[in-house]
């Protein structure tokens, strides 16, 4: 396997399987976080039958709600190469945490970036890395996922998707036999729903009159 210098990675022409199923690379990249993590932001169940339940109210109440729009600016502020902008949107992301949750992104975060620590050409990332050593940041997973997906070439889409592929792996480690993401929470239509939200306007009555 490439080490983190080594890879580079455009997401142009991913399959609809690669997309269901996750690319191997990045599930390789990931895998410091599944395996050391208790969780990421999603707490992880105590039994099977929580996990579905939990899913859905974690990517209709929370992903869809807030964590998915931050996780698509950072990536869109690392494109602007905005060092600062990450920053303050790492305030946004931190404010949407409970202090468990907090710890467990800044854990994984944290984590995410020990493991790319080679990784070459780094840019806004790597200024982001030395704001995390000096203590100006807190090197939280929703910043530092976006940054890194970024830097690999990969697109929103298979960002989000990955980001949420990570939270549902963690969270399923060790409960055998649990069914993958399924219908209108399973992880694609998560993620595109995210990346085109649906608002619903109020719907304005416009009034003829007549003038006499």
């Known amino acids: ?5 080594s890879i580079v990675s ?10 269901a199923h996750g690319l191997d690379w990045v599930h390789w990249l990931l895998r410091g976080v599944r395996q050391q993590c208790e ?5 992880r169940p105590a039994t099977k039958a ?7 109210a974690f990517v209709g109440e929370r992903f869809e709600r807030g964590l ?7 990536w869109h502020t690392t494109a602007r190469r905005d060092g600062p902008g990450l920053i303050k949107l790492e305030t946004t992301w931190s404010k949407m945490l409970t202090p468990d949750e907090a710890h467990r992104s800044g854990l994984a975060g944290q984590l995410l970036l020990q493991r790319t620590h080679g990784a070459r ?6 200024h982001f890395r030395e704001d995390v050593e000096s203590g100006r940041a807190e090197g939280h997973i929703g910043i530092v996922w976006p940054a ?13 998707s990955e980001y949420l592929r990570l939270e549902w792996e963690t969270a399923v480690r060790d ?11 399973a992880i694609v239509k998560v993620a595109a729903r995210a990346l085109n939200p649906v608002n619903v306007s109020p719907r304005v009555l416009h009034r003829q009159q007549r003038l006499g």
Not at 39 to 43: I, M, P, S
Not at 121 to 126: A, D, F, I, S
Not at 175 to 185: C, N, Q
């Open 68 to 74: 998915g729009a931050v996780l698509i600016e950072a």
């Open 1 to 5: 396997m490439k080490d983190a210098g």
């Open 121 to 126: 050409y780094q840019g806004v990332l790597g």
């Open 10 to 19: 455009v997401d142009a022409g991913v399959s609809l399987d690669e997309q």
């Open 50 to 56: 929580q996990m579905h339940t939990r899913w859905r």
């Open 148 to 160: 890194l997906a970024h830097l690999f070439q990969l697109s929103p889409v298979i960002m989000l």
């Open 39 to 43: 969780g990421v932001v999603l707490e």
């Open 175 to 185: 409960l055998e036999g649990v069914a993958a993401p399924f219908g209108s929470s």
